[in-house]
């Protein structure tokens, strides 16, 4: 398996983005993504769907110093973003 894909984890979906030409490892949490399509019981379909917003938080949360390794997003970055 190509670790640098997004691949189900035990606690959510993993994937990498890249910020100033390094890549950072992270996971959108399984409840992150159940609430972004309620009803739906794919999650990689839903990261699939979300994929360019999921990483664009991500890359700004890293860009901003978050720290995490890997970086976990969870319900409350996606809902902040929406405000």
Do not use: W
Not at 20 to 25: C, F, I, R
Not at 44 to 59: D, L, N, V, W
Request: hydrophobic letters at 45%; proline letters at 5%.
């Amino acid at each position: 398996m190509n670790l640098s894909q997004p691949h189900l984890v035990s606690n959510g979906v993993a994937f990498t983005v890249s910020v100033d030409y390094v890549k950072h490892a992270c996971i959108v949490s399984t409840d992150a993504l159940t609430t972004m399509e309620p009803g739906v019981a794919d999650v990689m379909a839903t990261f699939s769907t979300h994929e360019a917003t999921i990483s664009g938080i991500a890359r700004r949360l890293i860009a901003a110093g978050v720290p995490g390794t890997p970086l976990v997003l969870g319900v409350q970055n996606f809902k902040l973003s929406r405000a």
